[in-house]
Protein backbone atom coordinates (compact mmCIF):
# COMPACT_ATOMS: atom_id res chain seq x y z
CA UNK A 1 0.00 0.00 0.00
CA UNK A 2 1.45 3.74 -0.73
CA UNK A 3 1.78 5.83 1.90
CA UNK A 4 -0.34 8.76 2.63
CA UNK A 5 0.47 11.97 3.64
CA UNK A 6 -1.65 14.81 5.65
CA UNK A 7 -0.81 17.90 7.22
CA UNK A 8 -1.55 17.44 10.63
CA UNK A 9 -3.00 20.83 12.56
CA UNK A 10 -2.28 19.26 15.92
CA UNK A 11 1.23 18.39 15.16
CA UNK A 12 1.51 21.27 12.53
CA UNK A 13 3.33 18.83 9.89
CA UNK A 14 2.64 17.28 7.08
CA UNK A 15 2.45 13.06 8.46
CA UNK A 16 2.52 9.83 7.46
CA UNK A 17 -0.67 8.74 8.16
CA UNK A 18 -0.92 5.54 10.19
CA UNK A 19 -4.70 4.49 10.41
CA UNK A 20 -5.82 3.23 14.04
CA UNK A 21 -7.23 0.37 12.48
CA UNK A 22 -6.02 -1.17 8.90
CA UNK A 23 -9.65 -2.64 7.89
CA UNK A 24 -11.82 0.73 9.12
CA UNK A 25 -10.17 4.48 8.96
CA UNK A 26 -13.00 6.38 11.26
CA UNK A 27 -13.62 10.01 10.12
CA UNK A 28 -15.93 13.17 11.57
CA UNK A 29 -16.64 16.04 9.95
CA UNK A 30 -18.54 18.64 11.72
CA UNK A 31 -21.79 19.33 9.74
CA UNK A 32 -24.31 21.64 8.98
CA UNK A 33 -26.58 23.81 11.44
CA UNK A 34 -29.59 23.39 9.81
CA UNK A 35 -31.51 26.54 10.11
CA UNK A 36 -30.84 27.95 6.41
CA UNK A 37 -29.37 27.22 3.73
CA UNK A 38 -25.27 26.84 3.88
CA UNK A 39 -23.11 28.53 1.31
CA UNK A 40 -20.38 27.37 -0.87
CA UNK A 41 -17.93 27.98 1.83
CA UNK A 42 -19.39 25.48 4.32
CA UNK A 43 -19.58 22.94 1.27
CA UNK A 44 -15.66 23.91 0.15
CA UNK A 45 -14.94 22.17 3.74
CA UNK A 46 -17.06 19.19 2.95
CA UNK A 47 -15.29 18.91 -0.73
CA UNK A 48 -12.28 18.87 1.29
CA UNK A 49 -13.62 16.04 3.35
CA UNK A 50 -15.11 14.61 0.45
CA UNK A 51 -12.14 14.29 -1.05
CA UNK A 52 -10.01 12.64 1.77
CA UNK A 53 -12.69 9.36 2.05
CA UNK A 54 -12.31 9.14 -2.02
CA UNK A 55 -8.36 9.38 -1.68
CA UNK A 56 -8.78 6.47 1.23
CA UNK A 57 -11.13 4.38 -1.05
CA UNK A 58 -8.84 4.96 -3.73
CA UNK A 59 -5.98 3.81 -1.74
CA UNK A 60 -8.18 0.27 -0.52
CA UNK A 61 -8.85 1.55 2.76
CA UNK A 62 -12.74 1.06 4.22
CA UNK A 63 -14.18 3.84 5.56
CA UNK A 64 -16.61 5.00 8.13
CA UNK A 65 -17.41 8.79 7.88
CA UNK A 66 -19.89 10.73 10.59
CA UNK A 67 -21.11 14.21 9.71
CA UNK A 68 -23.22 15.62 12.54
CA UNK A 69 -26.17 17.75 12.04
CA UNK A 70 -26.60 20.49 14.43
CA UNK A 71 -30.76 21.08 15.24
CA UNK A 72 -30.30 22.56 18.25
CA UNK A 73 -28.34 26.00 17.03
CA UNK A 74 -24.77 26.68 18.08
CA UNK A 75 -24.82 28.36 21.26
CA UNK A 76 -22.05 30.94 21.01
CA UNK A 77 -23.06 33.33 23.27
CA UNK A 78 -20.00 34.34 24.68
CA UNK A 79 -18.42 37.88 23.28
CA UNK A 80 -15.10 37.37 25.13
CA UNK A 81 -13.34 34.02 23.15
CA UNK A 82 -15.35 35.16 20.14
CA UNK A 83 -12.59 37.88 19.97
CA UNK A 84 -10.04 35.48 20.12
CA UNK A 85 -8.28 33.66 17.03
CA UNK A 86 -11.52 32.46 14.85
CA UNK A 87 -14.57 32.64 16.19
CA UNK A 88 -16.08 35.07 14.01
CA UNK A 89 -20.09 35.10 14.80
CA UNK A 90 -21.52 35.50 17.85
CA UNK A 91 -25.29 34.59 18.70
CA UNK A 92 -26.89 35.49 21.87
CA UNK A 93 -29.76 33.02 21.21
CA UNK A 94 -30.76 29.94 19.59
CA UNK A 95 -30.76 30.70 16.00
CA UNK A 96 -32.80 27.61 14.98
CA UNK A 97 -35.80 29.11 17.29
CA UNK A 98 -35.40 32.82 16.06
CA UNK A 99 -36.10 31.24 12.75
CA UNK A 100 -38.78 28.84 13.85
CA UNK A 101 -40.71 31.77 15.64
CA UNK A 102 -40.41 34.03 13.06
CA UNK A 103 -41.55 31.61 10.62
CA UNK A 104 -44.43 30.24 12.49
CA UNK A 105 -43.07 26.35 12.20
CA UNK A 106 -41.52 24.23 14.70
CA UNK A 107 -37.78 24.19 15.07
CA UNK A 108 -37.87 20.69 13.96
CA UNK A 109 -39.85 21.41 10.58
CA UNK A 110 -37.63 24.04 9.65
CA UNK A 111 -34.27 22.07 11.06
CA UNK A 112 -36.01 19.03 8.57
CA UNK A 113 -36.38 21.23 5.61
CA UNK A 114 -32.39 22.29 5.36
CA UNK A 115 -31.43 19.10 6.24
CA UNK A 116 -33.03 18.14 3.08
CA UNK A 117 -31.80 21.24 1.28
CA UNK A 118 -27.60 20.19 2.86
CA UNK A 119 -28.06 16.50 1.35
CA UNK A 120 -29.97 18.00 -2.17
CA UNK A 121 -26.66 20.56 -2.63
CA UNK A 122 -24.12 18.01 -1.52
CA UNK A 123 -25.86 15.31 -3.93
CA UNK A 124 -25.15 18.14 -6.89
CA UNK A 125 -21.45 18.44 -5.73
CA UNK A 126 -21.08 14.58 -6.30
CA UNK A 127 -20.36 14.41 -2.54
CA UNK A 128 -20.37 10.97 -1.39
CA UNK A 129 -23.00 10.33 1.44
CA UNK A 130 -21.38 9.74 5.01
CA UNK A 131 -22.14 6.89 6.51
CA UNK A 132 -24.41 8.29 9.05
CA UNK A 133 -25.72 11.76 9.62
CA UNK A 134 -26.22 11.87 13.49
CA UNK A 135 -28.83 14.50 14.83
CA UNK A 136 -27.34 16.81 17.73
CA UNK A 137 -31.48 16.81 19.12
CA UNK A 138 -31.20 12.59 19.38
CA UNK A 139 -27.79 12.55 21.12
CA UNK A 140 -29.03 14.63 24.35
CA UNK A 141 -28.62 11.74 26.92
CA UNK A 142 -24.76 11.53 25.52
CA UNK A 143 -23.97 14.87 25.96
CA UNK A 144 -25.72 15.01 29.44
CA UNK A 145 -23.63 11.84 30.32
CA UNK A 146 -20.95 13.24 29.33
CA UNK A 147 -21.16 16.53 31.07
CA UNK A 148 -21.90 14.60 34.17
CA UNK A 149 -18.66 12.62 34.13
CA UNK A 150 -16.74 15.75 33.51
CA UNK A 151 -18.11 17.33 36.80
CA UNK A 152 -17.69 14.05 38.59
CA UNK A 153 -13.78 14.07 37.36
CA UNK A 154 -13.75 17.83 38.46
CA UNK A 155 -13.05 19.17 34.69
CA UNK A 156 -16.42 20.88 34.93
CA UNK A 157 -18.81 22.61 37.63
CA UNK A 158 -22.51 23.57 37.77
CA UNK A 159 -23.55 27.60 38.34
CA UNK A 160 -27.27 28.35 38.89
CA UNK A 161 -28.44 26.07 35.98
CA UNK A 162 -25.54 26.34 33.58
CA UNK A 163 -22.30 23.85 33.74
CA UNK A 164 -19.00 25.41 32.61
CA UNK A 165 -16.03 23.50 31.51
CA UNK A 166 -13.28 24.17 34.10
CA UNK A 167 -10.46 25.29 31.20
CA UNK A 168 -7.79 25.77 34.28
CA UNK A 169 -8.32 22.15 35.14
CA UNK A 170 -6.69 20.51 31.79
CA UNK A 171 -3.60 20.98 31.49
CA UNK A 172 -3.43 20.03 27.50
CA UNK A 173 -5.57 23.37 26.85
CA UNK A 174 -4.02 25.12 23.64
CA UNK A 175 -2.28 21.93 22.18
CA UNK A 176 -4.61 22.52 18.91
CA UNK A 177 -4.98 26.06 18.03
CA UNK A 178 -2.17 27.30 20.27
CA UNK A 179 -4.67 29.36 22.36
CA UNK A 180 -3.14 28.71 25.76
CA UNK A 181 -4.37 29.80 29.14
CA UNK A 182 -1.98 32.22 29.89
CA UNK A 183 -2.53 33.70 26.16
CA UNK A 184 -5.71 33.43 26.51
CA UNK A 185 -5.60 35.66 29.70
CA UNK A 186 -3.61 38.37 28.36
CA UNK A 187 -6.12 38.61 26.15
CA UNK A 188 -9.40 38.66 28.05
CA UNK A 189 -7.77 41.34 30.36
CA UNK A 190 -8.00 43.44 27.09
CA UNK A 191 -11.14 42.48 26.04
CA UNK A 192 -12.96 42.12 29.55
CA UNK A 193 -16.63 41.50 29.16
CA UNK A 194 -18.43 40.00 32.47
CA UNK A 195 -21.60 39.22 30.68
CA UNK A 196 -21.58 35.86 32.20
CA UNK A 197 -20.82 36.34 35.60
CA UNK A 198 -21.34 32.87 36.64
CA UNK A 199 -18.30 31.61 35.39
CA UNK A 200 -15.24 31.21 37.43
CA UNK A 201 -12.82 32.26 34.91
CA UNK A 202 -14.25 34.11 31.48
CA UNK A 203 -11.81 31.66 28.92
CA UNK A 204 -14.17 28.23 31.38
CA UNK A 205 -17.38 27.83 28.11
CA UNK A 206 -21.18 25.96 28.76
CA UNK A 207 -21.26 22.46 28.30
CA UNK A 208 -24.78 22.98 29.39
CA UNK A 209 -27.01 26.14 29.52
CA UNK A 210 -30.28 26.77 32.01
CA UNK A 211 -32.95 27.33 29.60
CA UNK A 212 -34.76 31.06 29.82
CA UNK A 213 -38.83 30.71 30.02
CA UNK A 214 -39.78 30.37 26.57
CA UNK A 215 -36.91 28.51 25.37
CA UNK A 216 -38.91 26.06 23.01
CA UNK A 217 -35.65 23.52 22.29
CA UNK A 218 -35.24 22.27 26.08
CA UNK A 219 -34.55 18.98 28.15
CA UNK A 220 -34.30 17.82 31.67
CA UNK A 221 -31.08 17.38 32.94
CA UNK A 222 -30.04 17.07 36.17
CA UNK A 223 -29.19 20.29 36.43
CA UNK A 224 -32.89 21.46 35.62
CA UNK A 225 -34.27 22.10 32.34
CA UNK A 226 -31.99 23.40 29.42
CA UNK A 227 -29.93 22.77 26.70
CA UNK A 228 -26.71 21.33 25.35
CA UNK A 229 -23.36 23.53 24.40
CA UNK A 230 -22.38 23.13 20.81
CA UNK A 231 -18.61 21.99 21.43
CA UNK A 232 -20.20 18.93 23.81
CA UNK A 233 -22.43 17.90 20.38
CA UNK A 234 -19.93 16.72 18.79
CA UNK A 235 -17.86 15.31 21.06
CA UNK A 236 -20.81 12.91 22.16
CA UNK A 237 -21.37 12.25 18.92
CA UNK A 238 -18.27 11.63 16.86
CA UNK A 239 -17.04 9.16 20.13
CA UNK A 240 -20.61 7.75 20.55
CA UNK A 241 -19.97 6.66 16.21
CA UNK A 242 -16.75 6.70 16.21
CA UNK A 243 -15.13 5.00 19.95
CA UNK A 244 -13.13 7.41 21.75
CA UNK A 245 -10.15 7.47 19.57
CA UNK A 246 -10.28 8.11 16.21
CA UNK A 247 -8.47 9.08 12.94
CA UNK A 248 -9.48 12.22 11.68
CA UNK A 249 -11.22 15.36 12.46
CA UNK A 250 -12.41 17.89 9.76
CA UNK A 251 -13.23 21.26 9.71
CA UNK A 252 -12.86 24.56 8.03
CA UNK A 253 -10.20 27.16 9.18
CA UNK A 254 -12.78 28.47 11.78
CA UNK A 255 -13.65 25.47 13.85
CA UNK A 256 -9.82 25.44 15.22
CA UNK A 257 -10.93 27.75 17.90
CA UNK A 258 -12.91 27.38 19.88
CA UNK A 259 -14.91 24.37 18.26
CA UNK A 260 -12.09 22.00 18.06
CA UNK A 261 -9.75 22.76 21.15
CA UNK A 262 -12.67 22.22 23.33
CA UNK A 263 -13.71 19.28 21.92
CA UNK A 264 -10.11 18.20 22.85
CA UNK A 265 -11.03 19.45 26.17
CA UNK A 266 -14.16 17.66 26.44
CA UNK A 267 -12.83 14.02 25.01
CA UNK A 268 -9.59 13.56 26.45
CA UNK A 269 -10.92 15.13 29.78
CA UNK A 270 -13.47 12.57 29.90
CA UNK A 271 -11.51 9.58 28.74
CA UNK A 272 -7.95 10.38 29.85
CA UNK A 273 -6.85 8.91 26.13
CA UNK A 274 -6.02 10.49 23.04
CA UNK A 275 -9.17 11.86 21.15
CA UNK A 276 -8.42 12.10 17.22
CA UNK A 277 -4.80 11.39 15.46
CA UNK A 278 -5.13 14.17 12.97
CA UNK A 279 -7.02 17.18 12.40
CA UNK A 280 -7.77 18.36 9.04
CA UNK A 281 -8.82 22.05 8.02
CA UNK A 282 -9.46 23.54 5.09
CA UNK A 283 -8.91 26.87 4.14
CA UNK A 284 -11.40 29.29 4.08
CA UNK A 285 -13.14 30.43 0.61
CA UNK A 286 -12.97 34.49 0.43
CA UNK A 287 -15.28 36.64 -2.02
CA UNK A 288 -13.32 39.42 -3.15
CA UNK A 289 -10.54 38.88 -1.29
CA UNK A 290 -12.50 38.75 1.98
CA UNK A 291 -14.11 35.82 4.41
CA UNK A 292 -17.84 34.94 3.50
CA UNK A 293 -19.51 36.47 6.07
CA UNK A 294 -23.17 35.83 6.26
CA UNK A 295 -23.64 39.13 8.43
CA UNK A 296 -22.51 41.00 5.21
CA UNK A 297 -24.33 39.26 2.53
CA UNK A 298 -21.92 38.62 0.83
CA UNK A 299 -22.55 34.51 0.82
CA UNK A 300 -23.73 32.16 -2.27
CA UNK A 301 -25.51 29.11 -2.38
CA UNK A 302 -25.49 26.20 -5.28
CA UNK A 303 -28.70 26.85 -5.96
CA UNK A 304 -27.74 30.70 -6.95
CA UNK A 305 -25.02 28.95 -9.16
CA UNK A 306 -27.56 26.38 -10.63
CA UNK A 307 -29.97 29.68 -10.89
CA UNK A 308 -26.93 31.60 -13.14
CA UNK A 309 -26.66 28.37 -15.26
CA UNK A 310 -23.64 26.77 -13.80
CA UNK A 311 -23.21 22.61 -13.59
CA UNK A 312 -22.47 23.02 -9.68
CA UNK A 313 -19.95 20.28 -11.08
CA UNK A 314 -17.77 23.39 -11.81
CA UNK A 315 -17.84 24.78 -8.71
CA UNK A 316 -16.41 21.51 -7.21
CA UNK A 317 -13.60 21.63 -10.11
CA UNK A 318 -12.62 24.86 -9.01
CA UNK A 319 -12.14 23.75 -5.28
CA UNK A 320 -9.81 21.26 -7.02
CA UNK A 321 -7.67 24.29 -8.51
CA UNK A 322 -6.46 25.34 -5.16
CA UNK A 323 -4.56 23.11 -2.57
CA UNK A 324 -7.64 22.62 0.48
CA UNK A 325 -5.23 24.22 3.01
CA UNK A 326 -4.82 27.77 1.11
CA UNK A 327 -7.36 30.31 0.86
CA UNK A 328 -9.42 30.41 -2.36
CA UNK A 329 -11.19 33.34 -3.89
CA UNK A 330 -14.44 33.21 -5.23
CA UNK A 331 -15.66 35.23 -8.14
CA UNK A 332 -18.43 34.53 -11.04
CA UNK A 333 -15.23 34.75 -13.42
CA UNK A 334 -13.42 32.20 -11.47
CA UNK A 335 -16.48 30.20 -12.03
CA UNK A 336 -16.84 30.47 -15.29
CA UNK A 337 -13.33 29.97 -15.68
CA UNK A 338 -13.75 26.53 -14.12
CA UNK A 339 -16.80 25.47 -15.93
CA UNK A 340 -14.90 26.41 -19.72
CA UNK A 341 -12.08 24.30 -17.94
CA UNK A 342 -14.40 21.40 -17.44
CA UNK A 343 -16.24 21.25 -20.25
CA UNK A 344 -13.26 21.31 -22.23
CA UNK A 345 -12.40 18.30 -20.76
CA UNK A 346 -15.97 16.94 -21.04
CA UNK A 347 -15.70 17.84 -24.90
CA UNK A 348 -12.49 15.71 -24.62
CA UNK A 349 -13.79 12.71 -23.05
CA UNK A 350 -16.75 12.42 -25.40
CA UNK A 351 -14.24 12.64 -28.47
CA UNK A 352 -12.18 9.81 -27.46
CA UNK A 353 -12.88 6.90 -29.38
CA UNK A 354 -13.47 8.45 -32.67
CA UNK A 355 -10.47 7.57 -34.48
CA UNK A 356 -8.06 9.05 -32.92
CA UNK A 357 -6.83 5.48 -31.28
CA UNK A 358 -3.42 3.89 -32.39
CA UNK A 359 -2.81 1.04 -30.63
CA UNK A 360 1.28 -0.10 -29.79
CA UNK A 361 1.58 3.59 -28.21
CA UNK A 362 2.96 4.46 -24.90
CA UNK A 363 0.82 2.89 -21.45
CA UNK A 364 -0.83 4.93 -19.07
CA UNK A 365 1.75 3.43 -15.94
CA UNK A 366 3.50 6.47 -15.19
CA UNK A 367 0.79 8.59 -15.18
CA UNK A 368 -1.41 6.53 -13.29
CA UNK A 369 1.80 6.41 -10.70
CA UNK A 370 2.29 10.16 -10.73
CA UNK A 371 -1.68 10.83 -9.77
CA UNK A 372 -1.84 8.50 -6.74
CA UNK A 373 1.57 10.23 -5.65
CA UNK A 374 0.13 13.67 -5.92
CA UNK A 375 -3.60 12.98 -4.58
CA UNK A 376 -1.32 11.09 -1.50
CA UNK A 377 0.75 13.97 -1.02
CA UNK A 378 -1.29 16.08 1.07
CA UNK A 379 -4.30 15.64 -1.05
CA UNK A 380 -2.46 18.08 -4.08
CA UNK A 381 -5.38 18.31 -6.28
CA UNK A 382 -3.97 21.30 -8.47
CA UNK A 383 -1.08 18.66 -9.23
CA UNK A 384 -3.60 15.59 -9.59
CA UNK A 385 -5.17 17.90 -12.07
CA UNK A 386 -2.42 18.61 -14.28
CA UNK A 387 -1.67 15.15 -14.49
CA UNK A 388 -5.16 14.27 -16.03
CA UNK A 389 -4.59 16.94 -18.39
CA UNK A 390 -0.82 15.62 -19.17
CA UNK A 391 -2.60 12.37 -20.01
CA UNK A 392 -5.39 13.87 -22.33
CA UNK A 393 -2.36 15.43 -24.39
CA UNK A 394 -0.06 12.20 -24.57
CA UNK A 395 1.03 9.84 -26.71
CA UNK A 396 -1.53 7.27 -25.14
CA UNK A 397 -3.99 5.20 -26.86
CA UNK A 398 -7.61 6.52 -26.72
CA UNK A 399 -8.94 3.24 -24.73
CA UNK A 400 -6.06 3.48 -22.11
CA UNK A 401 -6.58 7.44 -22.18
CA UNK A 402 -10.28 6.87 -20.61
CA UNK A 403 -9.59 3.83 -18.42
CA UNK A 404 -7.31 5.94 -16.42
CA UNK A 405 -9.16 8.46 -16.78
CA UNK A 406 -12.63 7.06 -15.29
CA UNK A 407 -10.45 5.76 -12.82
CA UNK A 408 -8.87 8.81 -11.78
CA UNK A 409 -12.53 9.99 -11.70
CA UNK A 410 -12.90 8.17 -8.54
CA UNK A 411 -11.10 10.49 -6.74
CA UNK A 412 -11.95 13.78 -8.58
CA UNK A 413 -15.80 13.53 -8.74
CA UNK A 414 -16.39 15.01 -12.42
CA UNK A 415 -18.84 12.33 -13.46
CA UNK A 416 -16.58 11.80 -15.75
CA UNK A 417 -18.28 8.68 -17.15
CA UNK A 418 -21.39 11.37 -18.84
CA UNK A 419 -19.10 13.90 -19.96
CA UNK A 420 -21.41 13.30 -22.93
CA UNK A 421 -24.61 14.61 -21.32
CA UNK A 422 -22.82 16.98 -18.80
CA UNK A 423 -20.92 18.78 -21.36
CA UNK A 424 -24.01 20.15 -23.23
CA UNK A 425 -24.78 21.26 -19.96
CA UNK A 426 -22.66 24.14 -19.69
CA UNK A 427 -23.66 27.99 -19.79
CA UNK A 428 -22.52 28.80 -23.02
CA UNK A 429 -23.92 25.46 -24.94
CA UNK A 430 -27.63 26.53 -22.88
CA UNK A 431 -29.13 28.19 -26.26
CA UNK A 432 -28.13 25.73 -28.28
CA UNK A 433 -29.28 23.03 -26.12
CA UNK A 434 -32.49 24.19 -26.36
CA UNK A 435 -32.37 25.25 -29.83
CA UNK A 436 -31.14 21.52 -30.79
CA UNK A 437 -33.97 20.17 -28.75
CA UNK A 438 -36.83 21.67 -30.27
CA UNK A 439 -34.97 20.84 -33.53
CA UNK A 440 -35.14 16.80 -32.34
CA UNK A 441 -38.49 17.32 -31.66
CA UNK A 442 -39.34 18.43 -35.34
CA UNK A 443 -36.85 15.50 -36.44
CA UNK A 444 -39.08 12.79 -34.52
CA UNK A 445 -42.29 14.45 -36.08
CA UNK A 446 -41.07 14.47 -39.61
CA UNK A 447 -39.77 11.01 -39.72
CA UNK A 448 -43.21 9.62 -37.74
CA UNK A 449 -45.12 11.71 -40.83
CA UNK A 450 -41.51 9.64 -43.29
CA UNK A 451 -41.02 13.38 -44.26
CA UNK A 452 -37.27 11.88 -44.81
CA UNK A 453 -36.72 15.26 -46.82
CA UNK A 454 -37.25 17.61 -43.86
CA UNK A 455 -35.39 15.13 -41.38
CA UNK A 456 -32.60 14.97 -43.47
CA UNK A 457 -32.63 18.75 -43.24
CA UNK A 458 -32.88 19.28 -39.54
CA UNK A 459 -30.42 16.78 -39.55
CA UNK A 460 -27.89 19.20 -41.32
CA UNK A 461 -29.33 22.46 -39.20
CA UNK A 462 -28.00 20.06 -35.96
CA UNK A 463 -24.36 19.05 -37.73
CA UNK A 464 -23.97 23.04 -38.17
CA UNK A 465 -24.06 23.49 -34.40
CA UNK A 466 -21.68 21.19 -33.52
CA UNK A 467 -23.63 17.81 -33.03
CA UNK A 468 -24.11 14.37 -35.40
CA UNK A 469 -27.68 12.79 -34.90
CA UNK A 470 -27.73 8.98 -34.59
CA UNK A 471 -30.66 6.83 -35.03
CA UNK A 472 -30.87 4.20 -32.61
CA UNK A 473 -33.86 2.29 -31.45
CA UNK A 474 -33.80 4.07 -28.73
CA UNK A 475 -34.74 7.27 -30.67
CA UNK A 476 -32.40 10.01 -31.76
CA UNK A 477 -29.06 10.54 -29.81
CA UNK A 478 -26.99 13.05 -29.80
CA UNK A 479 -23.17 13.05 -30.35
CA UNK A 480 -20.89 15.81 -29.92
CA UNK A 481 -18.66 16.67 -33.61
CA UNK A 482 -14.77 17.08 -32.33
CA UNK A 483 -12.92 19.33 -34.72
ZN1 LIG B 1 -18.22 20.02 15.39
Known amino acids: MADIFLTNTLTRKKEKFK ?251 STGKPFVNIWLHGGWLLIDSKKMARREGETFTISEIVEKGYNPLSFRYLTLMAHYRSRLNFSWDSLKQAETTLNNLYRWVSGLGQGFGDKNKKDTSDFEQNFLEAINDDMDMPKALDIVWQLTKSDVDDDSKLKSLLKFDKVLGLDIQNAEQMEVKNISDRITKIEIEKLLKERKSAREKDDFKLSDKIRDEIKAKGYEVVDSKDGQKLKRIIN
Not at 158 to 172: A, L, R, S
Request: hydrophobic share 35%; with cysteine; net charge neutral.
Open 19 to 269: PINRKEVKIYTCGPTVYRDIHIGNLRSYLMADILKRVLLYNGFSVKHIKNITDVGHMRSDPTTSRLRGASETAAFDPVIAEALKKGKTPHEIAKEYTKKFRDDEKALNILPADNFPKATEHITEMIELTKGLIEKGLAYETNGTVYYNVKKFKNYGQLSGNTLDKMDKLLEAVRVSSESDKKKSVDFALWKKADEGHILQWDSPWGKGYPGWHIECSAMSMKHLGDHFDIHTGGEDNIFPHHENEIAQSEG
